[in-house]
């Protein structure tokens, strides 16, 4: 059997971001989230499918032509489609191609299928709905693909029956994460992906799961339960990425990679000794970091944490029940400064919670812990996701129906205390004072913090030269490499994807 797995992405998006990052004076800001990332999931898949035998292709349809779209539909037996909610529209056209024009039997899975399985079904762009987690659902479902009286013995499948959407019940989550196969980054051409990229790298995802209860987060899709790859398979996989693609930096989108603190460690441990000197990635949350995680991150070279910050109100890290304290946030950004890591907050406006006053107690906070970078959103609410049910009377319209992605500015809902526009102002005004951090005094602070830390723990005097004798490979490495550009200095500015702000 020929199985095609597409990943949908909306058009007018896709072109927006193609006007962005092909102008080289324009700054793209927050449209680095727009950044192309081969998809992951349909990747994942992938690598399970061909280890049961099928022939499997996978397309992209941020970077094709609907000419190549069509033609990878077309040579497929079945056609498997993943679909976010801002690409659902997208998703449900490419469904409608596939099963009504071409014959094709027609699966849909990713979160939007997840939370809303009859936005396919009723249109006639599925025969049937994966939901959560498909690393076992669709090996399953495709040799009775065509039978449809065996689909109610698989669990996590909505489909119509007797016109009605029927689902059967939720698959349990997979436990064994080293189990799943080494995902199929083969079958995508990952210089052409990386050429694309305003800052080169690969991506890859060690662990599964989030143990939080953010409002904000789609629990259908980031399951409570944390699961994640042993320290020996987690480095396999980074080891193979650098063999094979040489890339300038490996990217880790897990939903929190250092939940697991000895897990941590042992993973960085494990770079150290197999003298893997590179640049990488992850998102954390500030409260789960200590001085020595943080220490090995730095030594391993993890370059960058991305924080999950959300505000700096006490009263809407409450009501998000984001589970975390200022004075952890302040004592976690003082940590990340005496090691020299680069840290950004990702700060989220637009809570129906949302004051004045808490967008001033954010911007406090940012002045008071200095972060390298901060990205301020403006919150769009997604199905599957609590505050989605208590901002639902509040929608414009469907937002599936809309065109929006997670961090651009689009106005979703009407806010009960602010236009769109005062959002907007105030998120403008946060990016103007982070920029104000960057003044002579605290760039003296920072310098202090390090040098205070150096004097208290002299194993980080060690851990900088070694950490420097190491990276001299790694950039003598990339500078060898088709990434030499990226030490290119007149390019910093916009690869970095900072916003021109000026300080008022």
């Not at 890290?317 to 840290?343: A, F, H, P």
Request: with cysteine.
């Amino acid at each position: 059997m020929k199985v095609a797995l597409l990943y949908a992405k909306n058009q007018n998006l896709r072109t927006q971001a193609a006007e962005l990052f092909a102008d080289d004076d324009a700054t793209a800001g927050d449209g680095a989230r727009d950044e192309i990332f081969p998809p992951l999931g349909i990747t994942v898949l992938a690598g399970w499918l061909i280890k049961a035998g099928y022939e499997v292709r996978l397309c992209d349809d941020s970077i094709e032509s609907m000419e190549h779209v069509r033609a990878e539909m077309e040579w497929a037996d079945v056609v498997g489609i993943s679909s976010l909610t801002p690409n659902a529209r997208r998703a449900r056209e490419l469904g409608k191609i596939s099963r009504e024009e071409l014959g094709k039997p027609t699966i849909l899975g990713g979160p939007h299928p997840t939370t809303n399985p009859e936005f396919f079904l009723d249109s006639g762009a599925a025969d049937v709905c994966c939901a959560g987690e498909g690393d076992i659902t669709i090996q399953e479902l495709l040799p009775v693909i065509h039978d449809r009286s065996k689909w109610e013995d698989i669990k996590s499948l909505s489909y119509l029956k007797d016109g009605e959407v029927y689902s059967t019940p939720r698959r349990e989550l997979l436990d064994d994460i080293d189990s799943i196969p080494l995902p199929a980054y083969h079958l995508w051409d990952m210089p052409r992906y990386m050429r694309l990229m305003v800052n080169p790298c690969v991506t890859a995802i060690t662990s599964r799961g989030c143990p939080y209860a953010c409002t904000f987060c789609d629990a259908e899709m980031t399951p409570r339960k944390y699961r994640s790859m042993s320290p020996t398979a987690t480095v396999d996989l980074m080891e193979h990425l650098l063999k094979t693609y040489n890339p300038p930096q490996i990217v880790l989108f897990d939903d929190l990679f250092t939940i697991q603190r000895k897990r941590v460690i042992e993973i960085c441990k494990e770079i150290v000794k197999r003298d893997l000197f590179f640049e990488w990635a992850c998102e954390s949350r500030i409260d789960t970091m200590d001085f020595e995680m943080l220490r090995w991150l730095r030594k391993a070279g993890c370059v960058k944490i991305y924080y999950g910050l959300e505000s700096g109100s006490p009263r809407l890290l409450n009501t998000m029940k984001k589970g975390v304290t200022l004075d952890k946030v302040i004592e976690g950004s003082k940590l990340n400064r005496e090691v020299g890591m680069y840290y950004k907050f990702y700060i989220l406006y637009g809570f129906p919670e949302d004051r004045p006053e808490d967008h001033i107690a954010t911007e406090v906070l940012v002045k008071q812990t200095l972060p390298n970078a901060i990205s301020v959103g403006v919150l769009q609410p997604i199905p599957g996701t609590a505050v989605y049910e208590q901002l639902k009377p509040l929608l414009i319209r469907d937002v599936a129906e809309m065109d929006f992605n997670y961090w651009h500015a689009t106005e979703s809902f009407k806010h009960p205390f602010f236009s769109h526009e005062q959002l907007q102002e105030a998120r403008e005004r946060l990016l103007r004072v982070h920029a104000t951090t960057f003044n002579l005094k605290n760039k003296v602070q920072r310098k202090l913090d390090r040098l205070k830390a150096m004097v208290k723990h002299p194993e980080l005097i060690r851990d900088y030269f070694e950490i420097r004798g190491r990276r001299k490979r790694f950039v003598k490495r990339v500078q060898n490499s088709e990434w030499s550009y990226v030490y290119d200095e007149a390019r910093d500015q916009h690869a970095t994807q900072i916003p021109r702000v000026v300080a008022d």
